[in-house]
């Protein structure tokens, strides 16, 4: 049988990106979308693509569309539901003959059991995912925070010459470029199956300190950008009060992470170095006007 991948979570940042490396690849890959006319604009070179409508609840669509697949991308953002639907789809996958799933977890559940609210979704996902009895291979990628996160959560302060947190302005954290999640999954699903097997991998991108943000994001922008520490609880009302960030997420947000390194290894994944924090905001400047 020849490769053909499922995509799921196909127009989002992640999941756009991974369509778009397997076309190139010219990997026969079916995106599953809610709007197949908005999917199909969004691809309008892909003549070994199959568009397939539907999302999380039409289970029915899913199970006729996924038989004849290899491979299945899975991507949840569903955090209430979210071990519920991840299990029902992987099943349903590897009944109908699925060989290899890859799943986009997240680097929280490594640090504690129910560290926050991303550990507490992704954490029994993973483990409900990896119990499937007589399943195919399972593959978790686990992103750190995306980069395009300062678009969500820090574009009003951004736009007013400033970067708000509750940490030192020398503390590092870490970050990751939503292209690489995508460049590392669409290569993996293009690897053999026994090449990855159960693997589990954790993806730090870059590791900056706020000033160190500030100073990238001063010089991309071509205006001053400082950096701002608050304590928690102000930082916590801009979240939820003018962002209108839910409560779980603003918490998460407004603690101090353990500081650790960017993971050096994922260029074995990608095929080159990780981009930088620099590096993603130069391609993404206009998103910040």
């Not at 890959?29 to 003549?47: C, H, I, M, Q, W």
Request: some cysteine; glycine content about 6%.
């Amino acid at each position: 049988m020849s490769e053909r991948v499922f995509v799921t979570g196909a127009t989002g940042n992640i999941g756009k990106k991974v369509v778009e490396e397997l076309a190139k690849n010219n990997v026969q890959t079916t995106v599953y979308a809610r709007d197949v006319e908005k999917a199909s604009k969004l691809f309008p070179n892909g003549s070994n693509l199959t568009f397939v409508q539907g999302d999380y609840d039409t289970i029915d669509a899913f199970s006729k569309a996924i038989v004849g697949h290899t491979r299945l991308f899975l991507l949840v953002t569903d955090l209430p539901r979210m071990t519920d639907i991840k299990v029902k789809f992987a099943t349903i996958a590897y009944e109908a003959g699925v060989k290899q799933i890859v799943d986009i977890s997240t680097n929280m559940v490594a640090l504690a059991w129910r560290y926050n609210f991303a550990s507490a979704a992704q954490g029994p996902a993973e483990e409900a995912l990896i119990n499937i009895p007589k399943r195919g291979a399972y593959v978790a990628l686990r992103p750190t925070a995306f980069m395009s996160n300062h678009v969500v959560y820090d574009k009003s302060t951004i736009q007013q010459g400033f970067l708000q947190g509750v940490v030192a302005p020398d503390y590092k954290q870490e970050w990751i470029s939503t292209n690489d999640i995508a460049l590392a999954s669409a290569n993996i699903l293009q690897d053999s199956v026994e090449k990855h097997g159960d693997a589990v991998y954790e993806m730090i991108g870059d590791s900056v300190s706020p000033s160190e943000r500030a100073a990238i994001f001063s010089k991309a922008l071509g205006r001053e950008i400082t950096y701002n520490q608050v304590r928690p609880l102000e930082r916590y009302k801009i979240l939820t009060e003018y962002v209108k960030v839910p409560h779980y997420i603003a918490y998460a947000i407004c603690s101090r992470d353990p500081q650790k390194d960017v993971t050096i290894e994922i260029e074995i994944l990608l095929g080159r170095e990780p981009e930088t924090l620099e590096q993603w905001l130069n391609g993404n400047t206009d998103r910040f006007q």
